[in-house]
């Protein structure tokens, strides 16, 4: 379900690069949909489902039917109260948001006026979407992952409409797509209710503020909130240094990580969501050696496809751009630009699904404080590096400088990803199983077999540039398929096979 939801994700973006030119225009709805968006990450998808599902989780196995209704209908209630008061403060505080968040975008500035006039559309999404967060942990405790993992997909067809159909009839063509995330925000929500009214878990809004469960998941939201999504904060500082770069700085930089959210949405992402019910259940039932065991999977998993996806991003990020979003308005310079940054993200890919995979065995025991601690750090790595990489990368005049923005938050992936590793063995939370050493070496030279045939087999720049949209659609397949089977390959002839990473 994933893999759909992603593949329309890149036909959204492709239907917008067609239809829109990177321009100012672009910069400003790039800025007014991140800030619900990072909203979103930090609050729906973060510390609120990771501190949700664990309790949810507890409820299920030790308490009553009835009184795991009675959780999820509290929890519905103060959630809706809390995110109603957040949303009518993001639309009447939208000017001051769009200073804070691309703060030179000076208030002249026409990408100011039209970023503002975005996101008081786009804000209420966070209301909406989160009760859809609300309803996925549900669902997902219940082991109903496809359902959750296909609703983003109503978010691709509402963008992929509102750029191709809605634009042409507004004034101002790039606020079709604002009014597109808060109509994908409704459809979302709306679609996941009658699975939840199936499982006979619908939520009716109710408020108590002695409520047990509500205040037991309150403590694990507040430290949770930062350290959940340390790599949106790192995009987040990306988006503000940026925006006092070149024109299409923002969207470039847009463009390039949404290619790397593939892999890690379809990988990290899913994995985490799959270990996180699953290693609360057997933390809650005290069976420590299956925990281990889980965590252990995930993370052999997680090596094995990220390290190929990682090199396939960076050998192949121009050849990937053209042939996807290389259409319409979307120029060569702008292909040129974005794989720059590109190559930059793919470098910490391994890194970023780590996180999403390690961090579930903090959250699963409730542990919300040592992320915290952890993202906290990264975030400051994040910053410093900013400044170590753009910096020199302005003042000597190379080409690019956002491409310096990616490179440091890779990094800083590498940093966050380490310290929850080093965390998990130091506090006797994890202890890896017998073969790790084997393994690497398998995907390294496997790794090398894979980049060998991308380098050979490889054409040349101006290929791309000048073949016709089937014939590059054809080279990418090639070559995709030719770096996927030589790894494949060389994993089999050392001896890995598909039964070692079943899981149990």
């Given amino acids: 379900m994933t893999l759909i939801s992603r593949v329309l994700g890149l036909l959204r973006d ?25 909203l979103r990450r930090l609050f729906a998808e973060g510390s609120f489902s990771l501190a949700f599902v664990p309790v949810l989780s507890q409820y299920k196995e030790t308490r009553s039917r009835e009184d795991l209704q009675d959780l999820i209908d509290h929890v519905a209630g103060m959630l809706s109260l809390l995110l109603f008061i957040i949303t009518v403060i993001g639309v009447i505080a939208a000017p001051l948001l769009i200073s804070l968040f691309a703060p030179w975008f000076g208030e002249g500035d026409d990408r100011h006026a039209l970023a503002t006039g975005m ?161 609360a259940r057997e933390h809650a ?98 910053i410093v590096l900013t400044i170590l990489i753009v910096v020199p990368w302005l003042y000597f005049g190379i080409t690019g400088p956002h491409a310096g923005l990616a490179l440091a938050t890779a990094l800083a ?14 506090q006797g939370i994890y202890a890896p199983l017998a073969g790790w050493k084997r393994l690497w070496l398998q995907v390294a030279v496997s790794a090398l077999l894979m980049v060998a045939a991308l380098i050979l087999l490889r054409p040349p720049l101006d290929f791309w540039s000048g073949a016709d949209l089937w014939q590059r659609v054809g080279m990418l397949t090639w070559l995709i398929c030719a770096g996927g089977i030589s790894y494949a390959v060389g994993l089999a002839v050392l001896g890995v096979r598909p039964s070692h990473f079943s899981a149990h």
Avoid at 15 to 37: E, K, L
């Fill in 14 to 38: 492709v239907a917008i690069a067609f239809t829109f030119p990177v321009s100012g225009a672009t910069d400003a709805f790039f800025v007014a949909f991140r800030i619900p968006n990072l």
């Fill in 119 to 279: 996101l008081r559309i786009t804000f209420p999404y966070i209301l909406f979407i989160s009760l859809t967060a609300l309803s996925g942990g549900i669902l997902n405790t219940f082991s109903r992952f496809a359902i959750p993992a296909f609703t983003p997909v109503l978010l691709n067809l509402t963008l992929i409409a509102a750029a191709l159909w809605l634009a042409p009839l507004m004034d101002e063509p790039v606020t079709a797509l604002a009014w597109g995330v808060l109509i994908a925000g409704i459809a979302q929500l709306a679609f996941q209710l009658p699975f939840l009214q199936r499982l006979g878990l619908l939520p009716r809004l109710r408020l108590q503020k002695a409520h047990e469960g509500v205040r037991q998941i309150l403590k694990l939201m507040l430290p949770a909130l930062f350290g959940s999504s340390v790599a949106q904060l790192n995009l987040l500082i990306n988006t503000i240094v940026a925006s006092s770069l070149m024109v299409g700085s923002i969207s470039w930089l847009y463009f390039s990580d949404r290619f790397v959210e593939l892999p890690l949405a379809l990988f990290g992402v899913a994995i985490g969501t799959a270990i996180l019910p699953k290693l």
């Fill in 285 to 382: 039932r005290a069976a420590g050696n299956t925990f281990n065991h889980t965590l252990d999977w995930a993370m052999r998993l997680a090596i094995v496809i990220s390290i190929p996806a990682m090199l396939g991003l960076v050998l192949l990020a121009e050849p990937i751009l053209a042939t996807v979003i290389q259409y319409g308005k979307f120029t060569l310079r702008d292909v040129h630009m974005a794989g720059m940054s590109l190559m930059a993200y793919a470098a910490g890919l391994p890194a970023f699904i780590l996180v999403k995979v390690l961090a579930p065995g903090f959250y699963s025991r409730k542990n919300t404080r040592t992320p915290v601690k952890i993202g906290i750090i990264a975030v400051f790595i994040n």
């Fill in 413 to 426: 992936g590498y940093c966050n990803a380490g310290m929850l590793y080093l965390m998990l063995r130091r």
